[in-house]
């Protein structure tokens, strides 16, 4: 039986972080203290290789995740929103959510 594996992303956005994304790195690393294998794309890195969601929908689809965590920043929550609409097309996936607070008025199940 393979182990459990779980990818975690920071959806692209008009802005490049300069500096990596630790929250994605804190949550790996508790997953990989639990033997599950984790996947983290940062997508707003200046060496990320995303030029769009497809992308990443492909690489996803590619390592076959029981698990997607999406951070969803504020600022940029449309773009998030965006990829976890095209990742919801994916079977067995359990789509998570990040967040410093949610205070949006509406639910992400809302937008599936």
């Keep these: 039986m393979r182990p459990l594996r779980a990818i975690l992303i920071q959806a692209p956005s008009p802005k490049t972080s300069n500096s990596p994304h630790l929250g994605l790195g804190y949550l790996g690393a508790i997953l990989k203290a639990k033997e599950v294998e984790v996947k983290i794309i940062d997508a707003t890195a200046p060496y990320a290789r995303y030029d769009n969601m497809e992308e990443i929908f492909k690489e996803v689809k590619l390592f076959k995740p029981d698990l997607i965590g999406i951070t969803i920043t504020t600022l940029f ?36």
């Design 77 to 112: 929550s449309v773009f998030s929103y965006d990829l976890i609409r095209l990742l919801s097309k994916l079977d067995c996936i359990i789509p998570l959510s990040a967040l410093p607070r949610f205070d949006f008025g509406f639910s992400v199940s809302s937008l599936l």
